[in-house]
């Protein structure tokens, strides 16, 4: 069992990927890139943003988000999105959890969020900003579930 496990739902950026890919690599967590990818794994800037750490990272495509869900019953899944209030320190996060992060340009969709209201979490961030890069999304939540579980990397 991986300590976390960090979900793409259907990214865009094939940079962003890349860098998300590589704190995977750096951090042991496993990888999921979930519904169809705004690019192909064999670009370019993916394979750049993600550097040498190909060959270290734990990475699967799933088709879709339920399919990861069913295949993984007794984990707990935890929505990333600026439309809730609840804070993504607010939560105890367990070994094995997997932290869901939808696409850069319109988030999880609304139909994920209201089926998962209880575990929907956010980075605080200024009123008049609309959102965080999704990689630096991704590093916050990696980092205090690797803190609240003081893995020793």
């Known amino acids: 069992m991986n300590s976390i ?6 990214p865009e950026i094939p940079q962003n990927t890349g860098n998300i890919a590589r704190l995977c690599a750096c951090c042991g967590a496993k990888l999921y890139l979930v519904g169809r990818l705004g690019f192909s794994l064999s670009d370019k800037f993916l394979k750049r943003a993600g550097l040498d750490y190909w060959d270290k990272l734990d990475i699967e ?7 990861l869900i069913n295949n993984n019953r007794d984990s707990n899944f935890y929505y990333f999105t ?4 609840k804070k993504y320190t607010e939560y105890r996060y367990k070994k094995g959890d997997f932290f ?3 696409p ?3 988030g999880i969709p609304e139909e994920i969020l209201n089926q998962n209201k209880e575990t929907c979490a956010t980075i605080p961030m200024k009123k008049e900003t609309r959102s965080l ?5 991704v590093a916050i939540a990696a980092y ?4 609240q579980l003081n893995i020793n990397l």
């Open 104 to 106: 850069e340009t319109r």
């Open 61 to 67: 495509q799933i088709n879709t988000l339920d399919e």
């Open 5 to 10: 496990n960090i979900v793409l739902y259907e």
């Open 100 to 102: 869901v992060f939808g």
């Open 144 to 147: 205090e579930a690797i803190r």
């Open 82 to 85: 600026t439309k809730t209030n």
């Open 133 to 137: 890069n999704l990689s630096n999304s």
